[in-house]
């Protein structure tokens, strides 16, 4: 058994790297595609490749969300705009194809639908033979009924999601316009730190918070952009409000949160997609478009760089090696965050280490009095130990702040059988049923006739 479960984590985390490396080469068409020279498109997909904010979205196995879903992305954008340029209904079908597959992996595809229809604004048509070229020109010869058309295409795939997303979805998440843009403010600040990481990838967390986040990387690599922006001669500023808009409206559905009594976490590897937004802005700056980086003299620095990016993506790689890397590294980084230190608890009682596991939920106690599973997990520490009064006072405290949680139900039951206190173990088995009827444990227990 233990040889499959080793087996199946290698072709998990092989599909990984490939799906990573065909993002990669997808960003080089892109980029090449949008007229950049081969030298600069070759450079920035490397750097793309080993960049070590992009660390999570490749070791961490859920992080494939982001890379898959900018597989999708990026090849559903390069199939538009081939598109445009010949006006081949099987480019657009192909389009709205890797759409279609986008929006099935992630919600955040639907940033595409307005995305593709500022390209064909602000683009110049392209002559025969010719790749496009965004130049922020009023044409008059805009084709309304064409962009019309073209809009339209989405909307029968939108609507097919929408109607199996609902069937999917047995209790979906309410959320108001208005709760949404409150929690988008909330959390916007997580935006200069992501750009931060993005220039000066050295604060690097598995679970970063902005509590425990700098804002002196971000504050720096903001400035320095826009010094290098305003000090470009003869700007594209097409490019620039397409590289802008790419980056913001792919990261900032990640900060609405449904749950505002939760400390939001900002996962490194939301920036994945977004991160070719800002590479675009940054390939406008003379700074880098200047640079010619096959010539001989900056190929070592260019080597080098890519180098010590891959050096820190080695190391933080390490922290998703195994469970328990993963949640002292949330704890070490993120010290203020209730869940890093609960799930580090977690961890430990697994490994046997009562005594740090209860250290752990105590300091996830003392940063969130009504951090979920914390009591629980605490009673299960006293049960093991035999302290049985102890074990009862957590789960009812668990209860208290938690009502809908089945296992505390379950394991407050278990506490009453151990004591010969059948009828309460009943009740408490009961409700738990009530809650989640196909409870796998209350289930065995009914079936040996215990309830």
């Given at each position: 058994?233990?040889?499959?479960?080793?087996?199946?984590?290698?072709?998990?985390?092989?599909?990984?790297?490939?799906?990573?490396?065909?993002?990669?080469?997808?960003?080089?068409?892109?980029?090449?595609?949008?007229?950049?020279?081969?030298?600069?498109?070759?450079?920035?997909?490397?750097?793309?490749?080993?960049?070590?904010?992009?660390?999570?979205?490749?070791?961490?196995?859920?992080?494939?969300?982001?890379?898959?879903?900018?597989?999708?992305?990026?090849?559903?954008?390069?199939?538009?705009?081939?598109?445009?340029?010949?006006?081949r209904w099987s480019h657009y079908i192909a389009h709205m194809l890797f759409f279609?597959?986008?929006?099935?992996?992630?919600?955040?595809?639907?940033?595409?639908?307005?995305?593709?229809?500022?390209?064909?604004?602000?683009?110049?048509?392209?002559?025969?033979?010719?790749?496009?070229?965004?130049?922020?020109?009023?044409?008059?010869?805009?084709?309304?009924?064409?962009?019309?058309?073209?809009?339209?295409?989405?909307?029968?795939?939108?609507?097919?999601?929408?109607?199996?997303?609902?069937?999917?979805?047995?209790?979906?998440?309410?959320?108001?316009?208005?709760?949404?843009?409150?929690?988008?403010?909330?959390?916007?600040?997580?935006?200069?730190?992501?750009?931060?990481?993005?220039?000066?990838?050295?604060?690097?967390?598995?679970?970063?918070?902005?509590?425990?986040?700098?804002?002196?990387?971000?504050?720096?690599?903001?400035?320095?952009?826009?010094?290098?922006?305003?000090?470009?001669?003869?700007?594209?500023?097409?490019?620039?409000?397409?590289?802008?808009?790419?980056?913001?409206?792919?990261?900032l559905p990640s900060f609405i949160r449904p749950n505002s009594s939760v400390i939001a976490d900002f996962l490194?590897?939301?920036?994945?997609?977004?991160?070719?937004?800002?590479?675009?802005?940054?390939?406008?700056?003379?700074?880098?478009?200047?640079?010619?980086?096959?010539?001989?003299?900056?190929?070592?620095?260019?080597?080098?760089?890519?180098?010590?990016?891959?050096?820190?993506?080695?190391?933080?790689?390490?922290?998703?090696?195994?469970?328990?890397?993963?949640?002292?590294?949330?704890?070490?980084?993120?010290?203020?965050?209730?869940?890093?230190?609960?799930?580090?608890?977690?961890?430990?009682?697994?490994?046997?280490?009562?005594?740090?596991?209860?250290?752990?939920?105590?300091?996830?106690?003392?940063?969130?009095?009504?951090?979920?599973?914390?009591?629980?997990?605490?009673?299960?520490?006293?049960?093991?130990?035999?302290?049985?009064?102890?074990?009862?006072?957590?789960?009812?405290?668990?209860?208290?702040?938690?009502?809908?949680?089945?296992?505390?139900?379950?394991?407050?039951?278990?506490?009453?059988?151990?004591?010969?206190?059948?009828?309460?173990?009943?009740?408490?088995?009961?409700?738990?049923?009530?809650?989640?009827?196909?409870?796998?444990?209350?289930?065995?227990?009914?079936?040996?006739?215990?309830?």
């Open positions: 058994m233990r040889g499959r479960g080793q087996g199946k984590g290698f072709s998990y985390h092989f599909t990984n790297i490939v799906i990573h490396l065909l993002a990669a080469c997808l960003l080089f068409l892109l980029l090449i595609k949008l007229k950049y020279r081969e030298g600069l498109a070759l450079f920035f997909s490397l750097i793309f490749t080993v960049h070590p904010v992009l660390t999570q979205a490749v070791a961490w196995l859920p992080g494939r969300n982001d890379s898959l879903l900018a597989v999708f992305i990026l090849s559903s954008f390069i199939f538009f705009l081939n598109f445009l340029e010949n006006k279609a597959l986008a929006l099935f992996t992630k919600e955040s595809a639907l940033a595409l639908v307005l995305l593709c229809p500022l390209v064909y604004v602000i683009a110049s048509p392209p002559k025969a033979g010719e790749a496009i070229s965004m130049g922020l020109l009023r044409r008059p010869s805009l084709r309304l009924g064409f962009l019309a058309m073209t809009v339209a295409g989405y909307l029968p795939v939108i609507a097919v999601w929408l109607f199996l997303r609902n069937a999917a979805l047995t209790n979906p998440i309410q959320m108001t316009v208005l709760s949404a843009g409150k929690s988008l403010l909330n959390n916007l600040p997580a935006l200069v730190q992501f750009v931060g990481k993005i220039i000066f990838p050295f604060n690097l967390s598995v679970l970063p918070i902005i509590q425990d986040t700098t804002f002196v990387y971000g504050v720096i690599a903001i400035t320095l952009t826009l010094i290098a922006l305003i000090f470009t001669k003869n700007k594209r500023n097409s490019f620039i409000i397409f590289g802008l808009a790419w980056f913001l409206l792919f990261l490194e590897h939301r920036i994945y997609l977004p991160l070719v937004g800002f590479m675009i802005i940054l390939l406008e700056t003379d700074l880098i478009k200047n640079l010619y980086v096959n010539r001989k003299r900056l190929l070592i620095p260019g080597a080098l760089f890519i180098f010590i990016f891959s050096f820190i993506t080695l190391n933080h790689s390490k922290n998703f090696r195994d469970r328990l890397s993963f949640w002292q590294n949330a704890a070490l980084t993120s010290p203020h965050s209730p869940l890093a230190r609960r799930n580090l608890g977690a961890m430990y009682y697994l490994d046997g280490e009562l005594n740090k596991a209860e250290q752990e939920y105590r300091a996830s106690l003392e940063l969130n009095p009504y951090e979920p599973m914390a009591h629980n997990n605490l009673g299960l520490i006293y049960l093991k130990r035999g302290e049985l009064n102890k074990a009862e006072q957590e789960y009812k405290r668990e209860i208290a702040i938690n009502p809908r949680y089945d296992d505390v139900y379950f394991n407050l039951g278990l506490l009453y059988y151990i004591q010969g206190r059948i009828e309460e173990a009943e009740e408490a088995w009961k409700k738990a049923l009530e809650i989640n009827p196909s409870h796998k444990d209350i289930a065995r227990i009914r079936d040996s006739k215990k309830i």
